[in-house]
């Protein structure tokens, strides 16, 4: 480990190194209320979330003896799904760490992706030791979802397209929030716009850190939410820096909120969005992230959603507009 | 009316046309049985569908004295939204003829767009008559739906970006066909390029006009299906004869390929798409459409489905994968 920290010119970097990989996923209009708003796609990523880019710019670094030794990562879901596609794609061994009660949809597809899934009891058992001990035992690189330098830089490769497809440097940009690593990429790489992170209500540990200047972990207990891609207990000091330093500012939604937000971006937008990757756009929709206007850009991060879930949301949701 | 028929050349001319009015829509890959597919995302189109291509094509050649006059179409929902948003952003009157049992979905988003919307009966009304009649009450100009040059050609425009995001022309392209004007304008743009039409099941009058080198109507009474973007019951001479030319083939799928494909496309694609939208992605599953490889491209054409039929047909097939 180095005292490292990522860099708008690490991301510049990334987002070279990366563009081979990955999907530049596209800026959509969002006609809303009179004003043509843009939405960052990023459900389209290959995997279905964001998280390929980072994982792709953090193996890519890898030498030729770590890459033969294999990774090892831990995650719910999109992290392991990015890092799985990115393996395979580089012809690295991946095992993932990921919890029992992950969504069959996220870990069928890690498993369909070449990885190997090593499960585990979000209640009673620690992935990062279980991690750990993989990665020691075999001489394998841990790829962290989100305190790491090469991951933040390579997730800000998602603000570096969205500052060319825009043509200019957005005035505000909403974005969902777990860890930190897509919201601190975005916010290195785009330095004069206006960053909300959004996170699901009683998880929105990022907005209380920004506030209080340094990590403050979630209050204990936290209430159950459908975003398993958001439930982050503890920012890295990586990722808050990089918000902190952008001015950037944290706001929160609730479950019903996000649920219409999904509801909306299949009907409004013709997108797949899961729970976690609406957080942002159900900020917009109920009027949480102040003033909007032609230069706001939301971010939707992934749409990986269990099927039967996703069908109920959008049932319930039906009548709504 | 003349004689004119639409051309590789017209295609490209519109789509440097109306380039600037319509999102160039994602080339997004599909790793499907260890082949990449490409899908063109069509439904992330502005008013969820192809349409807006033609329609902004057809309204930019009309003349201040025809503007001032406004237009007149008649629609299921995707031309009569397409229509509406290119006539709303260039200050046009529009009215649409749609039919009484048109999605409310694609109903409350036309008069969003600021259109009029005359009602008919599917079963005892003409449309055309009724369309003829108001353009002839208002000197508006009438936009067909395919059977129209300036049409064709804008629709083209989707075979334009295709083909200069893939880098090449496509070795097979698989496409939804109603009238035929999305399918006879990319098949002029990428006259290289193998076109299969794909209809539903009872209503693939294309495929068999394409095997008698002429219209062939319907057979009657057609059973129903929930493409009511696809309820053509006759193509015309000027998308069938782009299509004869070029070497097309027509497929059909049944309704129950068609739901499953839908299905896929939230699962996989991460991507909302209409019964009629998503044929040819039905066509590519069922193995209905011969050999595909890397090179082959599949049109997703539109995504304006009413959200309780949409979950519920999501809810069916959630256990499927």
Chains 1, 2 share one sequence.
């Not at 070449?114 to 585990?120: M, N, Q």
Request: glycine share 10%; aromatic share 4%.
């Amino acid at each position: 480990m180095s005292d490292r920290k990522p860099t708008a010119n690490g991301v510049s970097a990334a987002a070279e190194r990366v563009a081979p990989h990955v999907t530049r996923t596209p800026l959509l209009p969002l006609d809303w209320r009179g004003v043509r708003l843009w939405v960052k796609a990023e459900c389209l990523q290959q995997g279905g979330s964001f998280k390929l880019r980072g994982a792709t710019n953090r193996l890519l670094l890898l030498g030729e003896d770590a890459r033969r030794r294999g990774v090892v990562a831990f995650s719910s879901g999109n992290h392991a799904l990015g890092v799985a596609i990115a393996a395979r794609r580089l012809g690295i061994p991946a095992t993932i760490v990921m919890p029992s009660d992950a969504p069959a949809v996220k870990r069928d597809a890690t498993l369909a992706a070449g990885a190997a899934i090593v499960g585990y009891d979000r209640a009673t058992e620690s992935r990062e030791e279980i991690g750990a001990r993989l990665a020691a035992e075999k001489g394998a690189t841990l790829v962290p979802s989100f305190d790491d330098v090469d991951v933040i830089e390579g997730q800000g490769s998602a603000g570096v397209e969205i500052g060319a497809q825009l043509g200019r440097a957005p005035d505000k940009l909403l974005v969902p929030c777990g860890g930190g690593g897509l919201s601190a990429g975005i916010a290195l790489a785009l330095p004069d716009t206006e960053i909300v992170t959004v996170e699901p209500e009683g998880w929105d540990d990022m907005a209380r850190s920004l506030e209080a200047g340094r990590p403050v972990p979630v209050r204990e207990p936290a209430p159950p939410t459908r975003c398993d891609a958001l439930q982050t207990k503890l920012v890295s000091p990586l990722t808050l820096d990089a918000l902190r330093a952008s001015g950037a500012r944290g706001v929160w939604v609730s479950e019903q909120e996000i649920e219409a937000a999904m509801a909306f971006a299949a009907r409004h937008l013709r997108l797949v969005a899961e729970p976690g990757g609406a957080v942002a756009l159900a900020a917009l929709l109920a009027g949480k992230a102040g003033d909007v206007g032609e230069n706001t850009v939301v971010v939707i991060s992934g749409g990986n959603v269990d099927p039967l879930l996703y069908a109920r949301i959008l049932e319930t949701h039906a009548a709504a507009r």
